[in-house]
């Protein structure tokens, strides 16, 4: 299949068609407590439960047989899929040239005419990490441009001890235009930010329903 380049990281889509063999769903049901606790002293006290949260999350594990004999078991997570058994179905995943680390994005359906889409864009992006929204560069930049305007606008004073040496003065510093520079370099950095990833959103979106295409027209 065709592979989808961004800035340097080359994505590697894999594709497995295949008759279902066997499909099988079940739930899990993971419980969490939050809240509660309260404080009882000598004149009395209050004290409240915790509040119970339980999600549950469906799991599908099924079996295909490709084309050439091989039997594939392939497991979902959080995906709730129709099949059955006899139908003829594509599964494409995701990664990383030369990663180990795998992510199923779409099942195609050719028997019924349908796909859905497993991991899409967004999804993928934080899950191979193409365009993190944080990195922590930006913080660190700004901290360095608040520093350096600080120390260029502060005044500095010169003593003659054994050897010429220079202090900064930070009181007389100008905190107020750092800390606005500063800031103006993060909000600009974060705009651009959010413009690459709109971008990268739809050219990947546009790439993967290109590959579904594919996939319909090679069953």
């Keep these: 299949m065709e592979d989808f380049v961004y800035r340097g990281k080359e994505v590697e889509f894999l594709q497995a068609t295949g008759e279902v063999l066997g499909s099988n769903k079940y739930s899990e049901t993971h419980i969490s407590?939050?809240?509660g606790g309260g404080y009882v002293g000598k004149y009395g006290g209050?004290?409240?439960?915790?509040?119970?949260?339980s999600t549950a999350v469906t799991n599908h594990e099924f079996w295909i047989k490709t084309e050439d004999g091989v039997e594939v078991d392939i497991k979902l997570k959080g995906v709730d899929i129709p099949?059955?058994?006899?139908?003829k179905i594509s599964v494409i995943a995701a990664t990383i040239k030369g990663s180990e680390s795998m992510w199923y994005s779409v099942?195609?359906?050719h028997s019924a005419g349908k796909h859905w889409?497993?991991?899409?864009?967004?999804?993928?992006?934080?899950?191979?990490?193409?365009?993190?929204?944080?990195?922590?560069?930006?913080?660190?930049?700004?901290?360095?441009?608040?520093f350096a305007i600080a120390?260029?606008?502060?005044?500095?004073?010169?003593?003659?001890?054994?050897?010429?040496?220079?202090?900064?003065?930070?009181?007389?510093?100008?905190?107020?235009?750092?800390?606005?520079?500063?800031?103006?370099?993060?909000?600009y950095r974060l705009g651009a930010k959010l413009v690459r990833l709109s971008k990268l959103n739809k050219s990947l979106t546009a790439h993967l329903e290109k590959l579904v295409q594919s996939a319909y027209q090679e069953a």
């Design 83 to 87: 099949l059955r058994v006899g139908q």
């Design 151 to 187: 120390g260029f606008t502060a005044h500095n004073d010169f003593w003659e001890i054994d050897n010429d040496y220079w202090e900064i003065n930070w009181h007389y510093a100008s905190w107020d235009l750092a800390l606005s520079i500063a800031g103006t370099f993060v909000v």
């Design 33 to 35: 407590s939050s809240g």
């Design 107 to 109: 099942l195609v359906n």
């Design 117 to 146: 889409f497993i991991n899409k864009a967004d999804d993928l992006n934080k899950l191979l990490k193409l365009e993190p929204l944080f990195t922590g560069k930006s913080l660190i930049i700004a901290g360095l441009i608040f």
């Design 46 to 53: 209050n004290v409240s439960a915790p509040q119970v949260h």
